[in-house]
């Protein structure tokens, strides 16, 4: 996405290339697209027959950009006597501003020319293309072109709308323009998505016409949401830089839901505009010290579509918590199992880590009581459906083996879970890091269920249940030979030996032995998984190791920053700085905005971090991933009614500040400061 220019509100967004325009693309998700559905696939603007450059972008927002273009290419003299200005933004809708200005003496004329077109597809599609199913027709009616797709009962509309008199046809508009000397002329495009029939019979008679937001509105909903995170002061520029970011990332991807009618974060632009379950539980967990108030409506939002019988096609199982919500054709139609999908088998027990941490920040025992039963049902499932061998363990295996996920934890591409010759394991699967948000899961659940829900005869089982499943996992996931604990285990209980990023996230859990935890560090920090930026995840010295690999070598920031979570859990401060220290230096080199991912070769190698080529630019969990550090590197955690703070800020980064930090305590301020001052040096 480097040549690529993106503007977003909400899962309504726009990718363009460097001019401002869009062509047709089953490659990468180019044009205007809401709700899992592109809008607009041509948008294409010449002057004179004659493509016009980029001069200048200012995409200094998340919502809005200016593109300042002239024609012809460019060569060492330029003289151009005819610019233009296209200044667009999104709010529900798009629109778009042209401006055409004469920089000669004399009054010119000029044929400007814009290319429409929308192919409908859904995100799905995108990456793999296929024949449409339904009739797409376009009319003209006055000033406005309608684009049309139907099948059955499921039909988007794109509607174009000019301020200025153009010659419309079904596949663009021509404007004659004539502007005086050293004059301009404008007008202004209105295109709206239409949207009926989201999610087939769920929601067949909902509308949802493009109308747009007013831009101030959106100016003043984001900045009073920034407004309300804590005051960050450091002597640290990256971190500073990436706070910020963050902020105005997580205000960026609140998206309204159609069928829900809540405001949700979508967990990445461009692939995963909607409700994730691991992602925007992980995201709440990063964001919570920040921004608690943007918890309670995922978490009512993902028990109220909690799994309630058991559903092939969808991975479905009463107590499961959904994987992913899509609204597009391919879900509508049951091409696709996202309506919801419940293929994820970490979700579950991340459900009641999140709503315990949320209280024990927030204080809210109300959220707490009205999810209890959903929380019941989540550790429920862990023993019942989750265990699908019933040896106490956590493990997945697809109902769908035609349109489901092989792989339902967080590393879900298909190749991700192997041994450390590079073989795949078979089904089903235990992950190591499921066993510990199990464990985690069950701890946290005796704490609600003995202090909430009145009900100590289970918080005993469950601590008793725990204990246990840390006693059993210490013993047949360790490798002694190896020192660290195995990805996973195949059905035959034999252990996939591939080192991983993977042991980091037990260390959050806190289901790894004392005893042990300083071993895991050493393969942590050590040379074949710490690439110099981060975590890698999977080993450099493993069968399928790649730098360029999507979940086998390159560095996540949001598994680095569990990972980070984790070392401070276990008192590797240091160690946990190192990390955070890592992350904020290659966030200088995506000007704050932490990636997806970014290619794990070694720092030695490179003087910047690498880019990976398709990654997710916002992504939630990436997004998040600032906020987390800062809570590690200033030991922030809740103690009751009060917080604790206790800093460990990384070598040279000098005096960390924040200000206001929300809680059950009302509001407080931590200062940290590491032993020597900020030098000059990276962060």
């Known amino acids: 996405m480097n040549d690529l220019v993106s503007i977003l509100d909400g899962n309504t967004f726009l990718v363009t290339d460097q001019r401002g325009d869009v062509e047709p693309s089953f490659d990468f998700p180019t044009g205007l697209f809401s709700f899992d559905t592109r809008f607009l696939s041509t948008w294409l603007l010449t002057l004179d027959g004659e493509r016009l450059h980029p001069l200048s972008i200012d995409d200094a927002r998340s919502y809005r950009t200016r593109f300042f273009l002239a024609p012809g290419e460019p060569t060492h003299y330029l003289d151009a006597k005819v610019s233009v200005i296209r200044s667009r933004a999104i709010g529900g809708s798009f629109n778009e501003e042209l401006t055409v200005l004469n920089h000669s003496g004399e009054q010119v004329e000029f044929r400007l020319r814009l290319d429409i077109g929308a192919d409908f597809a859904d995100l799905f599609e995108v990456k793999s293309p296929r024949q449409k199913k339904g009739r797409a027709t376009a009319t003209v009616n006055g000033d406005e072109l309608r684009l049309i797709y139907r099948r059955e009962a499921f039909h988007r509309e794109t509607v174009i709308t000019t301020s200025e008199p153009a010659d419309i046809d079904v596949a663009g508009m021509t404007f004659h323009v004539r502007v005086d000397r050293h004059g301009e002329w404008t007008t202004r495009l209105h295109v709206a998505t239409v949207v009926y029939g989201a999610r087939g019979e769920d929601i067949r008679a909902s509308l949802r016409y493009g109308g747009s937001r007013d831009m101030a509105a959106i100016e003043a909903e984001q900045s009073e949401l920034i407004e309300r995170a804590p005051k960050l002061g450091c002597d640290c520029e990256p971190l500073a830089t990436a706070y910020r970011q963050s902020l105005d990332d997580l205000a960026a991807l609140r998206y309204e839901s159609i069928a829900l009618g809540v405001r949700l974060l979508a967990a990445g632009l461009p692939w995963f505009m909607t409700l994730f379950g691991r992602d925007s539980m992980f995201t709440s967990l990063q964001v919570l010290p920040f921004l608690p108030e943007l918890i309670p409506p995922t978490l009512q939002i993902l028990a109220g579509l909690q799994g309630h019988r058991v559903d092939d096609f969808r991975d479905e199982e009463p107590g499961k918590i959904l994987h992913e919500l899509r609204y597009g054709e391919s879900a509508g139609f ?144 360790w490798i002694p030979e190896k020192e660290y604990f195995a990805l996973a285990l195949d059905g035959d209980g034999r252990q996939v030996d591939a080192l991983s990023s993977n042991i980091g996230h037990l260390l959050w859990s806190g289901i790894v032995d004392e005893t042990r935890a300083g071993r895991l560090v050493d393969h942590l920090l050590g040379p074949r998984l710490f690439s110099g930026w981060g975590v890698r995840t999977l080993a450099d010295d493993q069968g399928r190791y790649n730098p360029i690999g999507y979940h086998v070598g390159t560095v996540w920031p949001f598994d680095n920053s569990i990972i980070a979570w984790g070392l401070h859990r276990y008192g590797y401060r240091e160690e946990a700085g190192r990390i955070c220290d890592a992350m904020l230096a290659a966030s200088r080199y995506f000007n704050g905005r932490l990636p997806e991912a970014f290619a794990g070769y070694e720092r030695s190698l490179t003087d910047f971090p690498v880019r990976y080529p398709t990654a997710s630019s916002p992504q939630a969990w990436s997004t998040g991933t600032p906020l987390l550090l800062l809570r590690v590197m200033l030991g922030l955690e809740p103690q009751g009614e009060h917080l604790v703070i206790d800093p460990a800020v990384p070598e040279g980064m000098g005096r960390i500040e924040l200000l206001d930090i929300p809680g059950r305590w009302g509001t407080v301020d931590a200062l940290g400061r590491s032993r020597t001052p900020l030098d000059g040096r990276r962060p």
């Open 334 to 477: 049951e091409e696709q199992p996202h309506s919801p999908y419940y293929g994820s088998a970490d979700a579950t027990p991340l459900f009641v880590i999140l709503l315990d941490e949320y209280e024990r920040w927030t204080g809210d025992s109300q959220l707490v009581l009205l999810l209890e039963s959903a929380a019941r049902a989540a550790l429920g499932w862990i023993d019942t459906y989750g265990d699908l061998l019933g040896t106490g363990y956590i493990w997945f295996q697809t109902r769908n083996p035609q349109t489901g996920l092989q792989n339902q934890c967080w590393k879900d591409s298909p190749d991700s879970i192997s041994y450390s010759d590079g073989r795949l394991p078979g089904f089903p699967r235990a992950t190591c890091e499921l066993q510990g948000y199990a464990y985690d899961a069950k701890m946290r659940g005796a704490r609600l269920a003995r202090k909430f829900w009145n009900d100590p005869e289970y918080a005993d089982r469950l601590e008793r249940e725990a204990a246990q499943l840390k006693e059993r996992f210490n013993r047949d996931f």
